[in-house]
């Protein structure tokens, strides 16, 4: 429940820049249609996450992957 609270001006300003988000709890994916698109999503996310709300990014699990090939996430694949 705190993480909803903490999180929602991340939600709202990623939202506010035109991207898709799924968040549940502290785990999110940012919905991006091209390699280039994605890249300044991470950078905007870090930006707000990192700069703003003081949080820290995990590094194994924060990446950019193509949803064709699969990922994890809430522990499915």
Known sequence: MLANVYLHPFDE???ARGYR???????WLILCKS???AQRALKGAK???????G???HPDKTKI???RQGFDFLGYN
Request: charged letters at 35%.
């Open 13 to 15: 300003e990623m939202t």
């Open 21 to 27: 988000l799924v968040r549940y709890a502290d785990d």
């Open 35 to 37: 390699e280039k698109s």
């Open 47 to 53: 930006e707000i996450l990192e700069g703003q709300l």
């Open 55 to 57: 949080l820290t990014l």
């Open 65 to 67: 992957v193509d949803a």
